[in-house]
């Protein structure tokens, strides 16, 4: 198990690092859109070239980013789910601990990319931040309730977590998928076709299936879940894509509509969401946290886990920037074979029926359903 776990934490570090190389490929938004270009001056030839460089290079950013965020959803996940219910001496960690060190990781990682854009100058990266957060309140407050909701989000998965196996977490969390439809559609104004919403039909049905209650619960060890603590995971679950849907489309439409670095933005989500994080864990962890410190019960699965939440952000934002929310939503339906099949050989936490199976059909059915459709009659792009 050592060094099942040393491997994996080698191969999270490994995909925290490419993370930060995806800038690389783009360094800014202005070079990813169409050049403006003077009616009075004709282009040679040679000048045509270009857009066509940035359309493959967006291209390959968006499905390098999109596969990214697959790994990194099904890590989080499992590491998470391992981290809940693993046995140790001492206390357990507490969740808006965790929360609390996602955030402030997230931070200074955004602060070192902004830095890195601007040749590591600090005085770059001091006026970039006054500009853009001190001289700008308004703008950045609107970015408070998206970070206050993503804030609820994060607590809300280490509950689902703690009550629910990694393979019925990932397929229930998809309905995020369907709360993310409706808020594209209503904020967004984004046209979905017949075979979309169907798809999102499908979707339902499947998450119904793979909730649906077993009839054979004889076969289970100690650690099955009883049926209390299954009704507060799938509870969590649910609030969390709620969430998930409003605070993500809100997220979009605010990147979408700026011209903004999205590590800026990812500053200024992060500031709020470490203030309302430690007001979270004060207000219902304070006195452990006073008799035993905010780090209690850490240890290196613990730091995984802080890391793969922090890196999740990122890549999050760098999808849904030069991608779309709900394409960013649909892939993590590919997690769901990896999450089921570790969570059965790996946790052994997992019973999987032929029930479940179904309803995992349906979800992954409906992700390529969704997924075709886009790209036969893709939903044209605002100027």
């Known amino acids: 198990m050592a060094s099942r776990t040393l491997s994996y934490f080698h191969s999270n570090s490994l995909l925290f690092f490419f993370t930060l190389d995806l800038q690389k490929l783009v360094p800014t938004m202005a070079e990813m859109s169409t050049p403006e270009v003077s009616p009075m001056a004709p282009a040679p030839a040679a000048e045509s070239m270009p857009p066509v460089s940035a359309s493959a290079t967006l291209w390959r950013l968006k499905y390098v980013s999109l596969g990214v965020l697959v790994l990194q959803t099904t890590s989080l996940v499992l590491t998470m789910r391992y981290s809940r219910t693993l046995l140790g001496d001492g206390p357990r960690y507490l969740a808006s601990s965790a929360v609390v060190s996602a955030e402030l990781l997230k931070i200074l990682t955004c602060t070192l990319l902004v830095c890195r854009e601007h040749s590591y100058s600090v005085r770059g990266l001091n006026h970039v931040l006054t500009e853009e957060i001190v001289n700008k309140p308004m703008d950045t407050l609107k970015l408070a309730i998206p970070s206050g909701i993503y804030t609820l989000q994060n607590n ?62 004889a076969a289970s060890g100690p650690e099955q879940q009883s049926a209390g603590s299954q009704l507060v995971g799938v509870l ?148």
């Open 236 to 383: 969590a679950v649910l609030a969390a894509c709620c969430s998930s849907g409003f605070a993500g489309v809100y997220f979009e439409k605010i990147l979408k509509e700026t011209k903004q670095s999205v590590w800026v933005r990812n500053i200024q989500l992060g500031l709020f969401g470490l203030v309302f994080g430690l007001m979270g864990m004060f207000v219902y962890d304070g006195k452990r946290v006073m008799e035993s410190g905010m780090f209690q019960g850490y240890n290196r699965i613990t730091w995984i886990v802080v890391v793969l939440q922090a890196l999740g952000g990122l890549v999050v934002a760098a999808v849904i920037k030069y991608a779309d929310n709900i394409l960013k939503s649909f892939t993590t339906s590919i997690s769901i074979i990896l999450s089921t099949i570790i969570s059965y050989f790996w946790l052994q936490d997992f019973n999987p029926t032929s029930v479940f199976f179904l309803g995992a059909v349906l979800v992954i059915f409906a992700t390529f359903l969704y997924g075709y459709q886009g790209k036969v009659s893709p939903t044209p792009s605002r100027v």
């Open 156 to 217: 809300l998965l280490y509950v689902a977590l703690s009550n629910l196996d990694a393979a019925t977490y990932q397929v229930t969390y998809q309905l995020k998928i369907l709360t993310t439809a409706l808020f594209s559609v209503s904020m967004l104004g984004r046209r979905l076709s017949m075979y979309q919403w169907l798809s999102l039909l499908i979707l339902m049905i499947g998450v119904v299936f793979v909730q649906w209650p077993s009839e054979s619960p």
